[in-house]
């Protein structure tokens, strides 16, 4: 089965997929719920938290999961052929899924877009390609938020004052997150503000927070970093002295590692700053698998790490 899906193209697959689906019968919702399947673990605590009592959220990225990466299995077209609600990022993020996303809409199933709340003229381009990495803006993400109340309340508008007022207390919580990232973002001094990561997942965080920011990859994790990106990158930290690089959960450490020899090579020794969420979530084993958690633990990191003595 496994070579059988290697084989047959993704837009293929997904019709094959669907077809069977429209032969197997929709479980009822959870006791009245909306149920919702979303694609990102940031997606998953996002609409948790606007949806409250009043849906039932499954996700199909787990912890660790890089979005960029993932291709929709036939139990995940499954999964969102049965939901009433399908809610995705957007912005390419999850780009090998987008046929069978524009399969499902087209179907007449509920798609919410989270990114569409957003102005693109907000929005960070890269040779032409808008940055989806846009949760690394508590701002921004506030605009999601909104752009899911929104889908949610037309998909169900009996619950739609439910909705908004779930909304309305997240944007609080996510008001006081704004604030604590910028005082520990404070504590560094301007000069030491450079993070150097694994991709360039953290455009949006630089661009409200006040850091330089590079990645050895770029906005997607597609294309692989080359010998050049590697010796480029690590000439800029040795002769700029920056102090740690930091390793990312959904990548393997091994890019940054050979970042670091390189910049050995160049007569300067950086450290490991520790681990950073980008594209998903932590566990609830750590404690993290909340946006707010994660997001503290991420600038918590970063200033230790870059703070330096």
């Known amino acids: 089965m496994n070579l059988l899906k290697r084989r047959i193209p993704c837009l293929v697959m997904a019709v094959l997929v669907l077809f069977t689906a429209s032969c197997v019968p929709v479980q009822d919702k959870d006791e009245g719920n909306l149920n919702i399947t979303v694609t990102t673990t940031m997606l998953l605590d996002l609409t948790k938290q606007i949806g409250g009592g009043c849906v039932s959220v499954q996700g199909l990225m787990g912890c660790g999961v890089d979005p960029h990466q993932y ?8 999964k969102m052929q049965k939901a009433d609600v399908i809610i995705y990022s957007g912005l390419h993020l999850e780009g090998k899924m987008g046929d069978v996303l524009s399969s499902l809409e087209s179907r007449g199933k509920k798609v919410i877009c989270a990114s569409d709340g957003i102005d693109r003229e907000l929005l960070i381009q890269n040779d032409g390609v808008y940055d989806p990495h846009i949760w690394f803006d508590v701002c921004l993400w506030k605009l ?17 004052a439910q909705y908004e007022a779930n909304l309305s207390a997240y944007e609080k919580e996510l008001d006081k997150l704004d604030g604590y990232i910028r ?10 503000r450079v993070l150097i990561t694994a991709h360039d997942a953290f ?25 050049a990106d590697v010796s480029r990158l690590a000439r800029f930290i040795a002769e700029n002295k920056i102090n740690a690089v930091f390793i990312e959960t959904s990548l393997p450490v091994k890019s940054v590692e050979a970042l670091q020899e390189a910049v050995r090579a160049n007569g300067f020794e950086t450290s490991l700053g520790g681990t950073l969420y980008s594209d ?14 994660a997001f503290k633990h991420n600038i918590d990191v970063i200033t230790d790490g870059l703070k330096g003595e």
């Not at 999601?144 to 739609?160: F, I, Q, R, W, Y």
């Not at 455009?203 to 010998?227: D, H, I, N, R, W």
């Open 71 to 78: 291709r929709a299995s036939a139990g995940d077209v499954m």
């Open 144 to 160: 999601a938020a909104k752009e899911v109340a929104k889908g949610l309340s037309a998909a169900d508008p009996e619950n739609a």
């Open 183 to 192: 005082e520990k973002a404070s504590e560094i001094g301007e000069s030491r």
């Open 203 to 227: 455009g949006y965080f630089g661009k409200a927070y006040g850091f330089t920011v590079m990645g050895l990859q770029g906005v997607s994790t597609v294309a692989e970093a080359g010998t």
């Open 280 to 293: 998903s979530l932590g566990d609830a084993k750590n404690g993290e698998d909340s946006y707010i958690a």
